[in-house]
Every structure is written in C-alpha cells, then in structure tokens.
C-alpha cells in the first residue's frame, strides 16, 4: 500500500467516525427549536468551535478522493479530451457532417474536470484550456485567412480562452453549490452561455453542440419552438449526467433532518449541498439522472416526428440557375472570375428547356458597383460581357457587389443587387453584420488603435455596415411575385437577423458566400449546418449559392432538395419550392428559451449569495 493510499484511507475512516459522532450528539443548548439540532449546517450562535470543525470537515468530504499530486493533471486531461470529443462531433475531416454519437458525451469529460478542482483559479484554467483548444480544433480553417492567420485563428484562440476562463469559474461555483441538480444546472449555464457567444457585433455561432446533431432530422425539429440552445441543452444534460454517474463522488439531495426543521427562502439551497452519501444511493441517482436525459432526448425526437410528418403546401415554385464557380476570391481578376459564372451559367441554361427566373451568384462575384459602371460591363469580360449575358438570358441577376458610399474617402459595403433583364438595379442589400475585425473593426474611428491596425496587423478599414434590411421581390412565371431576404455570408448563421428578416416579410432566404478561401470540406460544411437550422426555426425555403460549397436548397424541415459537390466548378437549374407562410414559436418569441434559462440562474445565483450572506452572520 502506497503512503498515499493509506494517508487517503485514514482520512475517511476519521470522517467516518466523525460523522457518526455528529449522528450522536446531543442537540446544542438543550434546546427543541428548529434550526438548532446538531446536524444543521446553517450554523448556530452555540455551537462549540469542536462541533463546526466537523461540519466543515464532512462538507469537504467529496474532495477527498481528488486530493493527489496528479488532481489538477488530470483535470486539465479531462479537459483536453472533452475539447478532442466536441471538435469531433462537430463537422470535421475526419466525420465530414459531425458525429452525434460523440455530441452525447462530448461536453461529459469537461463536467467531471470542473467537478474536481479545487479552487477558481483552477477552475479558470480548466476552462480556458478547453475552451481555447476546442475553438482551436474545430476553427482551425481560420489559419487560412490569407496573411491574418495569426489574427483569425491566433487572437480568437486568445479570446476564446479567456471567456471560457470565466465559464469555468462560474460553473465551478454552480456545481459545488447545486447538489443533485447539478447536471440539470451545469445543461442550463452551458445553453446560456452558447447563446450569449453567438449573439452581438463579436458573436460567433460556430462550435454549437445541436449542431453536431444536424443530421438527425427528428430531433433538429424542436428548434422551431426553442432555437439551436433547446437543442444543446438536451446534449449537454446527457453529456453531464453521464459525467456525474462516473465519477467518484456523487452528491445527494439531503434530508430535512440534516438542514432547517423549518421551511426559509434560503432553506432550499442548504438542502441541495453535497456530501459523499452511503454507498449506492448517489449512483442511483446519478444513474436517474442519465435515464432523464436520455427520456428527454427521446421525446424531442418524438416530437420530431411528428413535425416531419405534418403537411406542408408548397403555393408555387421559381426556376434559378445556381452558380458554383470554384474561384478563391482573392485569387485571380473580376473579368476571369465573371468569365467562368458566365459560362457556367449558360451551360446550365443550355441544359434546360425553359428560361430561368433568376440567375444567381455568389458574393462579391462583381468587384466594382453595377450603377455608375455599366459602361464597363458591356466589355467584360471581353469574351462574353456581362450586360450581353443577362440580355440573353431574359433572367433577373443577384449578385454580390460592392456599393460605394463615398468616393472620396472609398467607404464602401459588401452588397448583394438585384438587376432585371434590362440591365436596372432593382434593389440592394448592405451587409448589417459582417466578420469583426475582417470586414468592419471597430474603434477605427480613433487615431490610436487605426495606426495599429494599420502598420502592425496590415488592415485596412475593411467595408462599412449596412443600417437596414431589405426584403427583394422577384417576378416568377409560376409563383407570382415572390418576397427574399438575402443574409450575406455568415450572416445566415446569425438566428435572430434571419428571423427578423422573415417578420418583415421574407417567404425564403437566399445565402450568397465567398468562404473557399478556407480550403476545408468542414468549414464549407460547418457553415452550411449553421444555416441549415434557420431553415427549420423559421421554416422557410433556404437557397445558398456559394463559390466553393455547399450550395444548394434547403426545405423548411431542414431536408437537403439540392447540394452541389464542394470544390467544383458547377451551375445547376434548380425549382426552389414556395410554402405557405406557417409560424413557429421561434419566430413569434425568438430566443426565449435561453432567455428563460439565463433568468432562472440569475435568481438562483441571487438566492445562493443571499444564503452565504445569512450564513456567515449565523457564524459565531
């Protein structure tokens, strides 16, 4: 036997033996009030300094068996497993569209590494260390932005580790606090906070855990009522249940004789405090609490089902010519890059028997504004000009394309258009949320912090966002006069614009993208799972049409109609289905799941630091 070992097994058998002469002790005083038995852990004015000693030592009692050379090691194991376990249910090269085999314990290795630190400077590294990996491994294609590698990956790694810091502090305040139900509140915090790191100027809504379910249709179906975070706090319940079942201390929930005879606001809190309990009873609870989770992962499938197999009318359909050209953006000129879409689009247009309603393109397709610059379209590119094509066509064009604000200073946004077949720009739509720090940096506005950027990062001043939303309508031979939304780039990854889009009137969304620069079959396809899902929220018809992948059509169910190959020059004649209206309690209530989670904490944190307060004016 080890010094350890035996040093360990002496330390229980006191904590043993100081437990049960607790059981046996007289009531303090004398006294019959409630509240004042020998056993209460809110303190009385009385008690012999003997009798708090071991209170305090049977609350420390489930770190006994963390108490090693190797605890904070194998903590921050645990949390470099749990980053490889959710970079891999996410989509990656390795599970093309993510595995949510590993979605269901991903988050699992994280929760017992919290569990076991023993301080908040402990929990802070867990957290950052995770965090910081996680976003590393599954955004790793940001290395590939061009000459700002060290810019997108690098600082985001940086940024990413220090909120995750203070994820894992509050989550180790939650978990030492909450008993039992801490997987229960351990699934709340996480929803949350996924909520708040996808939301606002620097919101960033990739490595979501729903999304490593994407594929299983049934269960995607509940974000119609409650988002992607309804979603990821089932998993991430799943994940901390099992987490909780196997490890070595389980807390249960205490009896009324080992708390205040007397029902207080605070009493609750006290009854829910952790201790290592008799052997078998915290494991069947823990067990419980994994057969509760996997119930509610069952019956959000079930629910699931039941959406899938509700009738949908679709009131018409258009035709659109999706052009997929393949190109790096910021490899090659305007005239080659408009060239290829050119011939693309008619060799998709020769394959088909009747004239498309629209033609479409990817953004930034054109590198200069259509009004003001048609004299230089009607020459290129020289081999077929743009003007002649759209002629011929007898199709509308939509496109991305810059929009000069001033020419003077060069301010300029990131458009999609809108062109007829007579050449008029029939409307715009200015990028109202672009890639902070790449597209639109803030503070440039100061001397300071835009010489920075300038001379030490090689940044310029990136494109000036949008004020407003735009709803296009389009003339259709089929399906009337039919109204879109058209979320540039990662704006469709972004669930409260798109839903705003739709409240003012959108029947479908049409995404264009420029991200091949990544390079990555996972980033095309993470960010087609990001959007794929505001297709089943708001359910409405969702078109992309990229220059590397994945595009295609997505159903208001979230079924694939149409995909093109990723990284291939391709263009296809497509029918985009036309539904009728229908609302979702997404779309009347947007997020208020996460809203209703992050309420519940905040009261509940409330409550426990009112707990601590009273406790410590009890203490003698």
Excluded at 91 to 103: D, K, V, Y
Excluded at 176 to 201: C, D, H, N, Q
Aim: some cysteine; glycine content about 8%; aromatic content about 14%.
């Amino acid at each position: 036997m080890s010094r350890f070992t035996a040093t360990t097994t002496s330390t229980r058998s006191n904590i043993v033996r100081a437990r049960s002469m607790m059981l046996r002790c007289p009531k303090v005083g004398g006294s019959n009030e409630p509240g004042n038995t020998a056993f209460t852990m809110a303190g009385t004015i009385n008690r012999p300094s003997w009798h708090v000693k071991l209170i305090r030592l049977t609350y420390r009692a489930p770190t006994v068996y963390h108490d090693s050379i190797m605890r904070l090691p194998r903590a921050i194991g645990f949390a470099i497993l749990s980053s490889l376990l959710l970079a891999i249910a996410l989509p990656n090269e390795l599970f093309p569209w993510g595995s949510p085999a590993f979605g269901l314990v991903a988050l699992a290795p994280l929760f017992f590494a919290l569990s076991s630190t023993r301080s908040y400077r402990e929990s802070f590294l867990v957290g950052a260390i995770f965090g910081g990996l996680a976003h590393g491994l599954s955004s790793y294609w940001l290395w590939f932005f061009k000459d700002f590698r060290f810019w997108t990956l690098g600082t985001s790694i940086l940024a990413y580790m220090i909120v995750y810091g203070f994820l894992g502090l509050y989550l180790r305040g939650a978990l030492k606090r909450t008993g039992i139900a801490r997987p229960l509140v351990f699934a709340m915090a996480w929803a949350v906070f996924e909520w708040g790191k996808s939301s606002g100027f620097l919101g960033y809504p990739w490595g979501i855990l729903s999304h490593s379910w994407n594929t299983v249709l049934p269960a995607t179906q509940i974000v119609e009522s409650t988002g992607v975070y309804g979603l990821s706090f089932a998993l991430a319940f799943v994940s901390a249940a099992v987490g909780e079942f196997l490890s070595p201390s389980v807390p249960v929930l205490r009896s009324p004789l080992d708390g205040d005879a007397e029902w207080t606001p605070t009493g609750w809190a006290r009854r829910v405090m952790p201790r290592r309990p008799p052997d078998g009873e915290g494991r069947f609870l823990a067990a419980g609490q994994v057969v509760v989770a996997v119930v509610l992962l069952a019956a959000i499938s079930a629910y699931g089902f039941v959406a899938l197999d509700k009738p949908r009318t679709a009131r018409g359909s258009f035709s659109a010519v999706l052009v997929q050209q393949n190109l790096d953006p910021w490899d090659g000129t305007e005239s080659e890059n408009l060239a290829v879409s050119i011939a693309l689009a008619r060799k998709a247009m020769a394959a088909s028997a009747s004239a498309p309603d629209i033609v479409i393109f990817s953004e930034t397709t054109l590198r200069r504004p259509w009004n003001g610059f048609q004299r230089y379209f009607s020459k290129t590119p020289a081999e077929d000009p743009l003007t002649g094509f759209i002629a011929d066509s007898g199709a509308w064009l939509f496109t991305g394309a810059p929009e000069i604000l001033d020419y003077k200073t060069y301010d300029a946004t990131n458009s999609v258009i809108l062109v007829d077949a007579g050449g008029v720009q029939r409307g715009s739509y200015a990028k109202i949320h672009p890639v902070p720090f790449a597209e639109a940096i803030p503070f440039w506005e100061y001397d300071p912090f835009r010489t920075f950027i300038q001379e030490v990062v090689g940044l310029e001043s990136g494109w000036v966002m949008g004020t407003e939303r735009v709803i296009f309508e389009l003339p259709t031979k089929n399906a009337g006069t039919v109204r879109f939304a058209a979320p540039i780039c990662f704006e469709d990854a972004f669930a409260s614009l798109c839903r705003d889009f739709v409240r003012d009137g959108a029947e479908l969304l049409v995404n264009l993208t420029n991200d091949s620069w990544s390079r990555t079959h996972s980033a095309e396809i993470q960010h087609f799972v990001a959007a794929r899902f505001r297709a089943i929220e708001l359910r409405r018809t969702l078109v992309r049409s990229t220059n590397g992948g994945v595009s295609g059509i997505v159903g208001p169910d979230g079924r694939i109609i149409e995909s093109f190959p990723l990284f291939e020059s391709v263009a296809r004649m497509v029918e985009v289905p036309i539904f009728v209206d229908e609302t979702t309690p997404y779309l009347e209530y947007g997020d208020w799941f996460a809203f209703v989670l992050a309420c519940i904490l905040a009261v509940a944190a409330f409550i426990l630091f009112i707990d601590d307060s009273l406790s410590k004016k009890e203490q003698p």
